[in-house]
């Protein structure tokens, strides 16, 4: 950070009088923090890491107090940072502003494989922190797991079944399977079946693993119930809203069967509890009905659910959820984004895979292609249907996708301002961090340039907006919210 930035981002923090997910202040004007672990531990577990500014009051009114002792203090924030396991080297920059000393500690973002980053006097469990908000919260077990089975390649879809016995899979399925897999490999046809499923991983240890009970098992909930879909409709925006009859879900349904009857079965929920409009053809007359949702879209989008979510024991009891409300539609799994993989790269990279073996079966089945075409296939059937841009998020310990039943809306706009009911929808939709692009397919604009600066700005300088980096404000890693009244 130049001391040109240093100046702006005080500015900036004078103006805004907050912290925000890259960035935390300290006064620190009778002495360094005696636990700045877990700041540290959090910024480090996050992919833009973050910033702790020292010598700012946030419980006086953001009062520029300035530092205690500026080399003393770099020396105690360093020293913290020894305490980290892996150790975090930040980047210091002192500065002098009207007789005081402040000080900024950037912190760089450990590599996915070595995080968790955590303060080794507590532990991994208890030291390990992530940053939701512009707070500082205890990872779970499950969150810490995470890392790990990334960075170990736990392949938790081959975990063995023990109660899973011969008579309680669909043979016919299976032979279907094996039949598939060997077409075309001369020296898989030479093998027994046995041991091709030992080296599919149909089974293993003897055993047969979740990944084929799931697919071939005449009723997988009966060695894990909770490996379902559970399936409601809402009569309201909210879960807990009701109908005037006092009907809190119109329709409810745990989901069950192996992975094609759980997937055929949402998408028949879907299709019926989707509204439907009437539409006629201005040339023929002829009555056409227009489903709520285009039903590719949802398949897909429920396919992923099912073929990505987390198998481990830590989340064997959470079902996936498959939400309809008045004016959306979520599906949400258990287990977040696996990998190095974020948000914005959905669709353009090729991921991670959590289950490799489970993907592998379901692509031999002709269940899905492996193609990694599942998120450009649902954004381009909603956008072929006129409706807004589905939501995509990463939440703690799940990934959820939101369908809009709202049509794309052309953002109006004059040559001298924005539209109130325009600015109004622009700070309902940054109620949650947005990139420049979302923000750009938002208002329907194909110049990211032109939509931050028409639109983003204005909202800057009145202090509606804020972004979440100010001191680098063409990172790469750009957000813009909402600032909180």
């Not at 500065?95 to 900024?104: H, I, P, R, Y």
């Not at 996936?320 to 190095?340: A, K, T, W």
Request: aromatic share 8%; glycine share 6%; charged share 30%.
């Amino acid at each position: 950070m130049t001391k040109e930035e240093f100046i702006d981002l005080l500015n900036e923090i004078k103006s805004l009088k907050c912290e925000n997910r890259i960035l935390e202040l300290k006064a620190a004007r009778e002495g360094c923090p005696k636990k700045l672990y877990d700041t540290l531990s959090s910024f480090s577990n996050q992919d833009d890491g973050g910033v702790i500014i020292f010598g700012i009051d946030e419980t006086n009114n953001y009062e520029e107090c300035g530092v205690y002792d500026i080399n003393d203090l770099q020396k105690q924030v360093n020293n913290q940072c020894l305490q980290m396991e892996p150790i975090i080297r930040p980047v210091l920059t002192e500065l002098m502003k009207e007789g005081k000393f402040f000080l900024a500690a950037e912190i760089p973002a450990v590599d996915i494989v070595d995080r968790p980053c955590f303060y080794k006097g507590a532990g991994k469990i208890k030291g390990s922190y992530i940053r939701v908000g512009d707070s500082d919260e205890r990872m779970t077990e499950y969150e810490i797991y995470s890392f790990e089975a990334y960075r170990k390649k736990y392949l938790d879809d081959i975990r063995p079944v023990e109660r899973a016995k011969e008579e309680y899979i669909d043979k016919e399925l299976l032979d279907e399977f094996i039949r598939r897999i060997r077409k075309g490999k001369p020296n898989l046809e030479k093998m027994p079946d046995e041991v091709v499923e030992n080296l599919f991983n149909i089974k293993k240890d003897g055993f047969y693993t979740i990944s084929s009970v799931f697919t071939f098992c005449h009723f997988p909930q009966a060695f894990y119930p909770q490996l379902s879909i559970h399936a409601i409709v809402v009569p309201g925006k909210e879960i807990g809203d009701s109908s005037i009859a006092g009907v809190r879900f119109i329709d409810n349904q745990n989901i069950e069967g192996n992975i094609v009857e759980l997937l055929e079965g949402a998408v028949s929920f879907v299709l019926r509890n989707m509204k439907n409009s009437v539409l006629f053809n201005s040339n023929t007359g002829e009555r056409v009905d227009k489903p709520e949702y285009p039903i590719i879209a949802i398949r897909e989008a429920i396919l992923n659910a099912l073929v990505h979510r987390d198998y481990s024991i830590h989340t064997e009891g959470k079902p996936i959820q498959l939400v309809m409300y008045e004016d959306r539609l979520e599906i949400s799994n258990p287990g977040g984004l696996y990998g190095r993989i974020t948000v914005d790269q959905l669709g353009k990279i090729q991921p991670d895979t959590r289950n490799p073996v489970l993907v592998k079966i379901l692509e031999t089945m002709g269940v899905t292609e492996n193609r990694y075409s599942g998120i450009p296939t649902i954004k381009t059937a909603i956008k072929d249907f006129g409706l807004r841009e589905p939501v995509f998020e990463d939440r703690r310990g799940s990934f959820v996708v939101t369908f809009s039943n709202h049509p794309m809306e052309v953002i109006e706009e004059s040559e001298n301002h924005i539209q109130e009911n325009t600015r109004a929808r622009i700070l309902e939709f940054l109620e949650q961090e947005r990139t420049r692009k979302e923000i750009a397919q938002f208002l329907n604009r194909e110049s990211v340039t032109y939509a931050i600066h028409r639109y983003i700005d204005p909202l800057i300088e009145s202090g509606d907006v804020k972004m979440t980096i100010p001191n680098r404000p063409s990172s790469k890693n750009q957000r813009y919210v909402r600032v909180k009244s």
